[in-house]
């Protein structure tokens, strides 16, 4: 099994929608991260959280809002999905203090807003 | 701006020779810095990394370079093999609290048989 769950692996929905990105990890990591990947622009910080009560902003947190439900759950909420939301958005967790550069991400999930 | 930037898309290598994938960085403050490698359908996985305080670093057939002064960084792959056809992101940190990487864009290496 994989040590980061991301579900969906796909999904296409129409502008204006609520949807909801879920992440589960195995690895016992306290920080978990949502990027969100764009053709030349690599990967973009969404939102981390470093413990359960602790949630940050990353580079480009608009339009979105994240929930930490537990140590290994981390899910990314879109309120009203728009076009260029359209993008793979990856889960990644990692330990605490040293190393914790090291990321170790889930497989994404495609998402398409039409 | 970009703070980290993979200038070449794409690289096509022929197997066996050696792959040189390059990343410039702008920020003199980063101080560590990794390669990840990405196949289709799956998430990033760390390849290798290097302290600030080094000028190279070896794993295997990957090594990385780093040039404080050009701020640019590179990885060779000798000899490259069909399976290491991937998409390869260099990423940065600055050692805060945060810890925070920032990452390039990426470079599609396709190394053919």
């Known amino acids: 099994d994989a040590d980061v769950t991301q579900t969906p692996r796909n999904r296409i929905t129409k502008t204006g929608k609520r949807i909801m990105l879920e992440c589960s990890q195995t690895?016992?990591?306290?920080?978990m991260y949502w990027y969100r990947q764009d053709p030349g622009l690599g990967l973009r910080l969404i939102y981390y959280?470093?413990?359960?009560?602790?949630?940050n902003k990353g580079e480009i947190s608009d339009g979105y809002s994240v929930s930490r439900q537990a140590q290994a759950k981390f899910s990314l909420s879109l309120e009203s999905a728009i076009p260029n939301q359209t993008a793979l958005y990856f889960c990644?967790?990692?330990?605490?203090?040293?190393?914790?550069?090291?990321?170790?991400f889930g497989s994404g999930t495609q998402l398409s807003v039409l | 701006d970009q703070q980290v930037k993979q200038n070449s898309p794409s690289l096509s290598v022929q197997e066996g020779r050696i792959s040189i994938l390059n990343c410039d960085y702008t920020n003199s403050m980063f101080d560590y810095f990794l390669w990840y490698k990405k196949y289709p359908a799956e998430g990033p996985t760390f390849l290798i990394s290097?302290?600030?305080?080094?000028d190279k670093n070896e794993d295997g057939r990957f090594t990385v370079f780093l040039n404080k002064s050009a701020k640019h960084l590179s990885l060779h792959i000798v000899p490259s093999q069909p399976g290491d056809s991937a998409v390869y992101f260099c990423?940065?940190?600055?050692?805060?609290?945060?810890?925070?990487?920032?990452f390039g864009g990426g470079t599609r290496l396709m190394v053919k048989p």
């Open positions: 290097i302290s600030s305080i080094k």
């Open positions: 990644a967790t990692s330990e605490s203090g040293t190393g914790s550069e090291k990321l170790f």
């Open positions: 690895k016992g990591h306290d920080r």
């Open positions: 990423a940065a940190r600055i050692n805060n609290a945060g810890n925070m990487l920032t």
């Open positions: 959280s470093f413990d359960v009560k602790d949630i």
